[in-house]
């Protein structure tokens, strides 16, 4: 693990995460997130061009039955829409 940070998931909480993280690494890195749109600017501003940045959200759904024990039980994840974005496609 490189880094983690506990606090609100703001625009700010962002920024300070991903300079803390682009501050710890001294190469290129590739780095996934989820699809929070405050990580979009916060990696291009900690890292500029120098990363391989994708956002992998994934798309949840109930489960079938709706019995008891299921009440409680995590969604069910249905399937994942990657977001891929290059120092090209920043822009």
Not at 54 to 71: C, H, I, N
């Amino acid at each position: 693990m490189i880094g983690w940070l506990v606090g609100t998931r703001d625009t700010d909480a962002a920024h300070a995460f991903m300079m803390d993280v682009s501050n710890r690494l001294a190469n290129r890195v590739q780095l996934t997130t989820d699809g929070h749109r405050a990580y979009l600017d916060a990696v291009i501003g900690a890292f500029g061009t120098m990363i391989d940045y994708a956002m992998l959200v994934k798309q949840y759904g109930t489960p079938s039955e709706s019995t008891p024990e299921r009440r409680y039980s995590p969604a069910i994840c249905l399937g994942t829409d990657p977001t891929i974005f290059t120092h090209n496609s920043y822009n």
